[in-house]
């Protein structure tokens, strides 16, 4: 069983910048991510990361959103930068330990002026 336990949603303007944090209770878990989901949206992949430091982003946020782990403190990022409104959803983090996966409760983040 794995943990997972994120932080650093929150309210913020359009064009400013957040960054979430996920912390594992375990080592080795590949892969990981952040997925969102919207009011009334299906849940969406936002960016993955393998342990060997594969990454994945969707279109949306590729330019803008960046993915990182912290091996040594069993930790996942996504640091998110130039906020759009629509960009607004509950993040969850993900991990992936075969055959099980796991997520985290998931922290809102919410862009508006």
């Known amino acids: 069983q794995v943990q997972l336990v994120e932080s650093g949603g929150g309210l913020v303007q359009p064009g400013g910048s957040l960054r979430l944090s996920c912390v594992a209770s375990?080592?080795?878990?590949?892969?990981m991510g952040w997925y969102r989901q919207a009011p009334g949206k299906q849940r969406e992949l936002v960016a993955l990361?393998?342990?060997?430091?594969?990454?994945n982003y969707a279109d949306s946020v590729k330019g803008r959103f960046t993915i990182s782990r912290d091996n040594a403190k069993n930790t996942l990022y996504l640091q998110m930068n130039s906020l759009k409104p629509e960009d607004t959803a509950v993040y969850s983090c993900?991990?992936?330990?075969?055959?099980?996966?796991?997520w985290g409760q998931g922290t809102q983040v919410t862009v508006s002026s």
């Open positions: 375990r080592s080795a878990i590949s892969p």
């Open positions: 990361i393998t342990s060997r430091g594969s990454i």
């Open positions: 993900y991990a992936q330990n075969l055959p099980y996966t796991y």
